[in-house]
């Protein structure tokens, strides 16, 4: 009797040495064993990472030191790297993105929890989860032959005219810009960040809102005073996770940012990120200097953006009510 | 709160009307690009789907007629190599994360898992090139498919660990009662009821990395004729789609949003048919 209700999968699982100990016990353990090593990929997998990134950089970090983060010659001629421009890039990039994708992530993200009518809702959930499987490489196939002609044309001519004399805003308009990489990457992030914001809106106890409801607020009222600042820290966690992704996007914003490895004022001049530099320049990476300066590369992008991920993962695992599992994808 | 005065009351329900509307924008706004891209990856791509398209080879530059038959054929055959490596170790490791461990253990694990689900596409391509191209010197369709594999683990772990917990443990009592060993308990009883969201899972998985291009890059690395040695490079779907999309030539252009119609319907297709094949779970309300 013991022996077999003992092993009800029931957490924490505790271990007591039984007599009567199934005769599969030896297979049992077995199987248990092989998940076990399978789970543990994911460990060894991080290692892994993490050790490949390091040994093929040493070579860069051995001669560049810290200077690499600090300096913003890109010369593989004369062989002189510096990730400068390229962190200037990825961050200036990332930061254009949230400032555009959060206010309209959230918003929709509201209006889908709060405000839709019940119809609306599952459509839109839908639509926005086929968004979110778009390839990187087919919105940027989009953003070269439709994005960038009609930014030039329309948006970004406007701006010029009203604000051109500000130097965020000076220079000519060649179409590829850190604008437009930004605006390609909020396109990449705001289905991530709308649905997370969606689960953490909806693991908001409903009394919460009743209870503003009772006091006779408008709908606003009632989302503003109990939902949304109940849900502070996770939608908080929901854009750092956009964030995170917004850091890695290699493809769509390699082919709009112009991949100029310049730190410019304006948001009309070409940029370059780490990712895109990677993506570009590896194949073509001629001595091991230049490989290794390229991996150091990928090691700043991977350390950015797995911090950017910890924080993230430790803000909605301790609100609750999100299943972790969904927010990865 | 603030009194019943007719006049505030006013305002505060204009207010209402006002912040409403602009939510219902926003979400249009996010919605919006889906559409614009559907609408001219149809427009520019559908006129170049032919049979040619998918039978041939990539011409030279300058002779039209050419397809992406050997980009369409690499891509699966990546699949099926990743697929070999995800597959197996992501089951296995979500049924651990399911159905063994301590609580504390297994809470690490899947933050390994979701960390790892985070890491940037292309490091994983700078890692394999680590790992397989520059020990055996050459690119091939096992780096390509190591590297799609590798992104595969972590994603296939999160979603068959939480479909097998929602197997109800009355399955498992039941079998444990009638004196079925744990590890037949758990093949032929749970996973079995939950192989539907696996499936389901792998599916999702693959349509994932199925569009995957930087962690291509350089290990596949591309290839403009079939592949007859998967020791060696070989093209794929996204590549080619980005080889294309940078090029100056124009018949090239056209070529390359023919094929980002195909992968977005193959994509799409795989979506929907889950989307459809887990209609009937019950769902919490939205």
Known sequence: MN????????????????????????????????????????????????????????????KFGFHFLTSSTWDPVAEQYGALPFIYGTFMSSLIALIIAVPLSIGTAIYLTELAPRWIRQPLVSLI???????????????????????????????????????????????????????????????????????????????????????????????????????????????????????????AITMVIGNTPQIAKSLFAPGYTLASVIANEFTEATTDLYVSALVEIGLVLLGTTILANLFAQLLLRTVGGTTPARTAQ | MIAMN????????????????????????????????????????????NWAFFTKLPTPVGVTGGGMANAILGTIQLLCLASALGVPLGILGGVYLAEYGSSRGNSLLRFVADVLNGVPSIIWGVVVYGLAVLPFKGFSAYAGGLALGL?????????????????????????LALGIPRRKMIIRIVMKTASKGIVTGILLALARVAGETAPLLFTAFGNRFWNHDLTQPIAALPLQIFTYAISPYEDWHRQAWAGALVLLMGIFVVNISVRVLTRNRTRPGL
Do not use: C
């Open chain 1, 129 to 251: 989860e086929m968004l979110a499987a778009i390839p990187s490489v087919i919105l940027g196939l989009w953003g070269i032959f439709v994005l960038i002609p009609w930014l030039r044309v329309y948006p970004f001519a406007f701006l010029k005219e009203t604000l051109g004399w500000t130097p965020v805003f000076s220079g000519p308009i060649y179409g590829t810009s850190m604008l437009a990489g930004g605006i390609i990457v909020a396109i990449m992030i705001m289905p991530i960040i709308t649905s997370v914001s969606r689960e953490i809106l909806r693991a908001v106890p409903d009394l919460q809102r009743e209870a503003a409801y009772a006091l006779g607020a408008t709908r606003w009222e009632v989302t503003r005073l109990s939902v949304l600042s109940y849900a502070r820290k996770g939608l908080f966690g929901a854009v750092i996770l956009g964030l995170g992704r917004a850091l890695g996007e290699t493809m």
């Open chain 2, 6 to 49: 007719p006049k505030n009351h006013q305002w505060r329900q204009i207010k209402n009307v006002f912040i409403s509307s602009i939510f219902f924008i926003s979400a249009i706004l996010v919605v919006a690009p889906l559409g614009l891209v559907f609408y001219y990856l149809l427009k520019n791509g559908a006129s170049s789907i």
């Open chain 1, 3 to 62: 022996g077999v209700l003992s092993e009800v999968p029931v957490s924490p699982v505790e271990r007591r040495r039984i007599s009567l100990a199934p005769p599969s016990a030896g297979q049992d353990k077995a199987f248990e064993t092989l998940t076990l090593i399978a789970s543990l990929a994911v460990v060894g997998l991080l290692f892994l990472v993490g050790w490949e990134l390091i040994s093929e950089s040493n070579l860069s970090i051995k």
């Open chain 2, 151 to 175: 992104m595969m683990i972590p994603l296939i772990m999160r979603t068959t660990e939480e479909v097998i917990l929602l197997v109800p443990n009355g399955y498992r009592e039941a079998a």
